[in-house]
């Protein structure tokens, strides 16, 4: 079946750190897949999604790019502030599909 | 306002008693979901309505039970309550089942099972 693996755990960086959150992905075809970011006390939101190879979703700061061949979509941001202390969750969808797959969520602590 | 919406926001409960928990959507979305987020944040899809039609239903205990009265309201009731369900319930609604579609999520209702 299909699954998402992201980086584990939990990253700690500082203020104006560059972020990498890992995701990979195990789908046939050519799923639609998603970057959602929870906050304390909140839901989770929509950060972005892509659904064609080589298509950038981006959002707040944050990027990833679909790789087919790679079968990722490594989350990234150039410079992180406090406020981007969240939990990070990767996603897919595929045709036929009438649910999410998600990833196990990587909690980011960003320190001042 | 256009949003999720979860009652109650907390709730405390003996091992074995009935619980309900409430979901409303105000964005006019065709299809509803709950979810199970454990204390690792881990997001477990429960169950999901399109049209007030259950499309998803995954291998949950039976004491779990989703009731949809409308498609904007998906309400999620557990018979005899067990200290694994102690957790956050997170209702989301999208657009339709389509695999493009975002999801809205509520806030969340933490059970805790004593």
């Known amino acids: 079946g299909d699954s998402v693996t992201q980086t584990e755990g939990q990253v700690a960086l500082s203020e104006e750190d560059f972020l990498t959150i890992h995701c990979n992905y195990s789908?046939?075809?050519?799923?639609?897949l998603f970057w959602y970011v929870q906050y304390p006390g909140e839901g989770p939101q929509l950060l972005f999604r892509?659904?064609?190879?080589?298509e950038k979703g981006s959002s707040r700061g944050f990027e990833a790019t679909y790789d087919k061949g790679t079968t990722s979509f490594h989350l990234r941001k150039a410079s992180v502030q406090e406020s981007d202390s969240a939990v990070y969750y990767c996603a897919l969808s595929h045709t036929g599909n009438y649910k999410y797959v998600f990833g196990a969520g990587t909690r980011l602590k960003v320190i001042a | 306002e256009t949003a999720v919406f979860q009652t109650p926001n907390y709730h405390v409960t003996q091992v074995g008693n009935e619980v309900s928990f409430n979901c409303k959507q105000t964005l006019g979305h065709d299809t509803m979901y709950w979810y199970k987020q454990d204390s690792k944040k881990l997001l477990k899809i429960m169950f999901s309505y399109n049209n007030k039609q259950l499309i998803v239903n995954e291998t949950v205990p039976r004491r779990f039970s989703p009731q949809s009265s409308d498609k904007a309201h998906l309400n999620l009731r557990i018979k005899s309550v067990e200290p694994e369900d102690s957790a956050v319930y997170l209702c989301?609604?999208?657009?339709?089942?389509?695999?493009?579609?975002?999801?809205?999520f509520g806030p969340g209702t933490r059970l805790t099972v004593l």
């Open positions: 892509a659904s064609r190879d080589k």
């Open positions: 989301a609604s999208s657009l339709d089942w389509g695999f493009y579609a975002e999801q809205f």
């Open positions: 789908a046939s075809g050519y799923p639609t």
